[in-house]
């Protein structure tokens, strides 16, 4: 198993249909307790233990992930209120690196999680068929992506990073 990516990466391929939608749509509500499952019972040291040798510690993975799922969901409204925006980049790793993503206790991101999630599902199960083939423009890998693709992307983003934390919990069985 590649430690970097414990489910693979991630691939979809044609149109993304309705039943794909609601299959992503459940894999994003239920990121918030599969999260909080992952880190169950560990204690701070073993919160600080990266899931990999170069790679985050578990407490990052956590912290990262309500970073990037918030900057998702504004991308999603963007493109939802604009005719194909330019989204802003950000630099993950150095976000990553700051002190509430290093110290802070995971608790605060994962009610960040649940409450966005809420929030999130809320909006993704309201939209339509043609608000999902609304599109955004990231300039630093220079493509645009529809919201039907980004919301594959985020399914498996979560599951992804529970993986990261979850292995290492298996490889060192904790």
Do not use: C
């Amino acid at each position: 198993m590649d430690e970097r990516f414990p489910i693979g990466p991630f691939v979809h391929t044609g149109e993304v249909t309705l039943a794909q939608r609601e299959k992503w749509i459940q894999d994003i509500a239920e990121l918030p307790e599969r999260a909080r499952e992952a880190v169950k019972g560990l204690s701070e040291e073993q919160l600080s233990l990266p899931y990999r040798e170069g790679g985050w510690m578990l407490k990052q993975v956590i912290h990262h992930m309500a970073d990037s799922h918030m900057n998702s969901m504004i991308r999603f409204k963007l493109a939802l209120t604009e005719d194909t925006p330019t989204i802003r980049p950000y630099y993950e790793e150095r976000w990553a690196e700051l002190s509430d993503s290093r110290d802070l206790d995971v608790e605060f991101s994962l009610q960040i999680l649940d409450a966005l999630h809420r929030r999130w599902v809320f909006l993704l199960n309201a939209l339509t068929d043609a608000d999902y083939a609304k599109q955004f423009y990231h300039p630093s890998s220079e493509e645009t992506t529809r919201l039907d693709y980004n919301l594959g992307m985020y399914a498996w983003h979560g599951k992804h990073h529970v993986a990261h934390i979850t292995s290492l919990r298996d490889r060192l069985g904790i």
